[in-house]
């Protein structure tokens, strides 16, 4: 194909994506994959200019209005943003504007990923609601809109006053709509924003009413009140609009910068959907001068956060078991970039999240991987089934030793209960020998594979026999000297590990890593928690009737029990040796921690609290007792606030800590 039919392709393809996107709310491809179509239609329009069409998507802000809701006129055109995606974009941008005015103030805004909305108000009253449409003209959505309780419907202001922002519906009205829609048989919505936009377009404003939506305002076009970006801003929070209170004033594009990669790392805590950072000249004077083009301003700049989500093709489903014998359905992908990685995996959950989704082997998929998460298939894409997709059948056996697999009343998930199960003792051993365990370097999931299938190991006692077989080790195929030197090596050096390592790795049902150092603090000896009863365990802070049952269990089975003696012949330790939990302003206190800390990492921040006796709690409520907060701290703060938990800043955090 050449240049130009490409780009004639991209017009139209790129008109039918802004039609499901905004008119549908029912988008088939990731935002991610939009904005690289749009840059390479608007690569192609520069190239050929003569080719211009006033009516390709670069050239206007909006979509097609739906006809149930009346027209109504912008006073003023409704505006998108242009896009930057790096850094360097972002210098480049800001050096135009730097180059002609010198330093400057700049307001740096969450872009929240909702519908855009401008609310119109006479005499103090709430005249209006209108969407964006096609940026010219948009919905009257008044009825909708005025469910929405944050909105204020009098202002003590006598004027016309304009206010843009956006609509937006909290990721935990999302989730309970979508459980809803779930249970009812209904479609679910592919994320908060289409949900959000969805909502707005319900001719019965009892539905908007029902769900959750709230609203961030952004923007009040040509503002009288104020000379600033930022002043406008307090000035409508004064008149009672809900202003985003991480909003701030920086100069320097390096410190915006730093900000930006700080949020990319918190934006999953905030209760909202953010898809980047908008970055505004903040004196009014210089964002007139500077104008803006018929789609945009050029004041002002969006940085959106690299795509988490991508599209590609479910080559086929296949089953893991893990060590508990739980069996995971997993997808295997046509291969897709995602956040700097070449993703091939992605895991399906369960049975029920398949069939709910509806998602078959050759179906088009979005996949997501969200920082550090497992990626993860979050929808499958019914518009793109040419017929050859076939729903997927959970198998009832185990995939690895054939034994019948069970679904408990209580899970979503299969497991295989057959303990001879090759994939679940494999697994386990390595489990025992991972880092949070006994921490045998050498010894993972594909090496005690290969010892097993050669009758060298099949249980964790087994590791300690591996001394004794060096002959057989090296006549494996690639195994060096040097390797084999370093594992026993590992080996005996786990034999001195404190007593939390060896509890973790036995994998005893409901007892992880926090769990295992809590019963090896109090118990100080292997002995001391074999003979504990129910009673004695229950009491303990932390460990529930569950757990505690679960490890009376454990313990009560003859084979652990002689488990247990075979260690201590080997050598390895069976006590506690960390130190004591010393009291502090801690002790006992749940704490959260939100935004992000300066000196510390999330996980040193909560090691240390649970050091000192601290429970750490990822969500704020009147169980609290300290909320620790970082830079961008948001709505837990907020929340903490309003509930009068009390708030420890993170300066005031490291004082405690000296005292
Ligand atoms: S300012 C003339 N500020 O992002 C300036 N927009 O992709 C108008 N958005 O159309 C927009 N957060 O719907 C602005 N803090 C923010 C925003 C924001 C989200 C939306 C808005 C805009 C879209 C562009």
């Given at each position: 194909?050449?240049?130009?039919?490409?780009?004639?392709?991209?017009?139209?393809?790129?008109?039918?994506?802004?039609?499901?996107?905004?008119?549908?709310?029912?988008?088939?491809?990731?935002?991610?994959?939009?904005?690289?179509?749009?840059r390479?239609?608007?690569?192609?329009?520069?190239?050929?200019?003569?080719?211009?069409?006033?009516?390709?998507?670069?050239?206007?802000?909006?979509?097609?209005?739906?006809?149930?809701?009346?027209?109504?006129?912008?006073?003023?055109?409704?505006?998108?943003?242009?896009?930057?995606?790096?850094?360097?974009?972002?210098?480049?941008?800001?050096?135009?504007?730097?180059?002609?005015?010198?330093?400057?103030?700049?307001?740096?805004?969450?872009?929240?990923?909702?519908?855009?909305?401008?609310?119109?108000?006479?005499?103090?009253?709430?005249?209006?609601?209108?969407?964006?449409?096609?940026?010219?003209e948009?919905?009257?959505?008044?009825?909708?809109?005025?469910t929405?309780?944050?909105?204020?419907?009098?202002?003590?202001?006598?004027?016309?006053?304009?206010?843009?922002?956006?609509?937006?519906?909290?990721k935990?009205?999302?989730?309970?709509?979508?459980?809803?829609?779930?249970?009812?048989?209904?479609?679910?919505?592919?994320?908060?924003?289409?949900?959000?936009?969805?909502?707005?377009?319900?001719?019965?404003?009892?539905?908007?009413?029902?769900?959750g939506?709230?609203?961030?305002?952004?923007?009040?076009?040509?503002?009288?009140?104020?000379?600033?970006?930022?002043?406008?801003?307090?000035?409508?929070?004064?008149?009672?609009?809900?202003?985003?209170?991480?909003?701030?004033?920086?100069?320097?594009?390096?410190?915006?910068?730093?900000?930006?990669?700080?949020?990319i790392?918190?934006?999953?805590?905030?209760?909202?959907?953010?898809?980047?950072?908008?970055?505004?000249?903040?004196?009014?004077?210089?964002?007139?001068?500077?104008g803006?083009?018929?789609?945009?301003?050029?004041?002002?700049?969006?940085?959106?956060?690299?795509?988490?989500?991508?599209?590609?093709?479910?080559?086929d489903?296949?089953?893991?078991?893990?060590?508990?014998?739980?069996?995971?359905?997993?997808?295997?992908?046509?291969?897709?970039?995602?956040?700097?990685?070449?993703?091939?995996?992605?895991?399906?959950?369960?049975?029920?999240?398949?069939?709910?989704?509806?998602?078959?082997?050759?179906?088009?998929?979005?996949?997501?991987?969200?920082?550090?998460?497992?990626?993860?298939?979050?929808?499958?894409?019914?518009e793109?089934?040419?017929?050859?997709?076939?729903?997927?059948?959970?198998?009832?056996?185990?995939?690895?030793?054939?034994?019948?697999?069970?679904?408990?009343?209580?899970e979503?998930?299969?497991?295989?209960?057959?303990?001879?199960?090759k994939?679940?003792?494999?697994?386990?051993?390595?489990?025992?020998?991972?880092?949070?365990?006994?921490?045998?370097?050498?010894?993972?999931?594909?090496?005690?594979?290969?010892f097993?299938?050669?009758?060298?190991?099949?249980?964790?006692?087994?590791?300690?026999?591996?001394?004794?077989?060096?002959?057989?080790?090296?006549?494996?195929?690639?195994?060096?000297?040097?390797?084999?030197?370093?594992?026993?090596?590992?080996?005996?050096?786990?034999?001195?590990?404190?007593?939390?390592?060896?509890?973790?790795?036995?994998?005893?049902?409901?007892?992880?890593?926090?769990?295992?150092?809590?019963?090896?603090?109090?118990?100080?000896?292997?002995?001391?928690?074999?003979?504990?009863?129910?009673?004695?365990?229950?009491?303990?802070?932390d460990?529930?009737?569950?757990?505690?049952?679960?490890?009376?269990?454990?313990?009560?089975?003859?084979h652990?029990?002689?488990?247990?003696?075979?260690?201590?012949?080997?050598?390895?330790?069976?006590?506690?040796?960390?130190?004591?939990?010393?009291?502090?302003?801690?002790?006992?206190?749940?704490?959260?921690?939100?935004?992000?800390?300066?000196?510390?990492?999330?996980?040193?921040?909560?090691?240390?609290?649970?050091?000192?006796?601290?429970?750490?709690?990822?969500?704020?409520?009147?169980?609290?007792?300290?909320?620790?907060?970082?830079?961008?701290?948001?709505?837990k703060?907020?929340?903490?606030?309003?509930?009068?938990?009390?708030?420890?800043?993170?300066?005031?955090?490291?004082?405690?800590?000296?005292?």
């Amino acid at each position: 194909m050449d240049k130009k039919e490409r780009l004639f392709e991209l017009r139209k393809l790129l008109k039918q994506y802004n039609y499901e996107y905004h008119t549908l709310d029912k988008p088939t491809i990731p935002d991610s994959e939009y904005d690289a179509l749009f840059r390479e239609l608007k690569d192609l329009e520069a190239m050929f200019p003569e080719e211009y069409d006033p009516t390709s998507v670069t050239e206007h802000a909006g979509y097609e209005v739906l006809s149930e809701f009346k027209k109504v006129r912008h006073d003023k055109p409704m505006l998108s943003l242009d896009n930057v995606f790096s850094y360097a974009e972002l210098k480049d941008w800001a050096k135009k504007i730097e180059d002609v005015y010198g330093a400057i103030d700049y307001a740096v805004e969450y872009k929240i990923d909702g519908l855009a909305m401008n609310l119109i108000y006479e005499d103090g009253k709430f005249l209006r609601a209108v969407t964006r449409g096609n940026g010219i003209e948009g919905e009257d959505v008044t009825s909708n809109v005025k469910t929405i309780a944050s909105i204020p419907k009098a202002i003590p202001y006598q004027y016309r006053y304009e206010i843009r922002g956006e609509i937006y519906m909290p990721k935990a009205s999302f989730e309970t709509l979508n459980a809803a829609r779930r249970q009812e048989g209904l479609e679910e919505f592919a994320n908060p924003r289409n949900a959000a936009a969805g909502s707005i377009r319900q001719l019965d404003s009892r539905i908007a009413a029902s769900r959750g939506l709230d609203g961030f305002w952004y923007y009040v076009p040509d503002d009288i009140n104020a000379s600033s970006h930022y002043d406008s801003l307090l000035y409508a929070k004064k008149l009672g609009f809900t202003i985003n209170d991480t909003t701030r004033v920086m100069k320097d594009i390096d410190e915006i910068y730093t900000y930006i990669e700080k949020v990319i790392t918190i934006r999953h805590d905030l209760p909202y959907e953010i898809d980047g950072i908008v970055i505004k000249v903040n004196d009014y004077r210089i964002q007139k001068e500077l104008g803006f083009t018929s789609r945009v301003p050029k004041w002002a700049i969006a940085y959106k956060f690299p795509p988490e989500e991508a599209s590609t093709i479910i080559e086929d489903i296949f089953i893991t078991v893990g060590r508990t014998g739980k069996c995971t359905p997993n997808a295997k992908l046509k291969s897709v970039k995602l956040q700097g990685s070449t993703v091939s995996y992605a895991t399906l959950h369960n049975e029920d999240n398949i069939r709910d989704k509806d998602i078959r082997i050759n179906d088009t998929v979005i996949v997501r991987k969200a920082g550090d998460i497992i990626p993860e298939v979050v929808r499958s894409i019914k518009e793109k089934r040419d017929g050859s997709q076939v729903p997927y059948e959970f198998p009832n056996v185990c995939p690895v030793c054939g034994a019948k697999i069970y679904r408990l009343a209580s899970e979503a998930a299969h497991y295989c209960i057959n303990s001879e199960c090759k994939a679940k003792i494999v697994e386990g051993i390595a489990h025992f020998a991972s880092r949070g365990a006994m921490n045998i370097d050498g010894l993972g999931v594909k090496r005690v594979q290969q010892f097993y299938e050669n009758g060298l190991i099949a249980s964790f006692e087994d590791i300690y026999t591996l001394q004794a077989k060096k002959d057989l080790i090296l006549a494996l195929d690639k195994f060096k000297e040097k390797s084999y030197q370093n594992l026993i090596e590992a080996i005996e050096n786990s034999k001195a590990n404190s007593l939390e390592h060896l509890i973790f790795g036995l994998g005893i049902r409901q007892v992880g890593e926090k769990a295992a150092k809590i019963l090896a603090a109090h118990f100080r000896h292997i002995d001391n928690i074999m003979n504990a009863t129910k009673e004695d365990l229950s009491m303990i802070n932390d460990i529930g009737d569950i757990t505690a049952e679960s490890i009376v269990d454990f313990f009560a089975d003859e084979h652990n029990r002689a488990m247990i003696n075979n260690f201590k012949l080997y050598g390895l330790n069976m006590t506690y040796q960390g130190s004591e939990i010393k009291e502090s302003p801690f002790t006992n206190k749940t704490c959260v921690l939100t935004g992000s800390l300066s000196h510390f990492t999330r996980a040193e921040a909560t090691d240390l609290l649970e050091s000192l006796g601290a429970k750490v709690s990822s969500s704020v409520s009147k169980r609290t007792d300290y909320v620790i907060y970082g830079e961008a701290a948001g709505s837990k703060l907020t929340k903490a606030k309003e509930l009068g938990v009390k708030t420890i800043s993170e300066e005031e955090f490291k004082e405690m800590l000296g005292s």
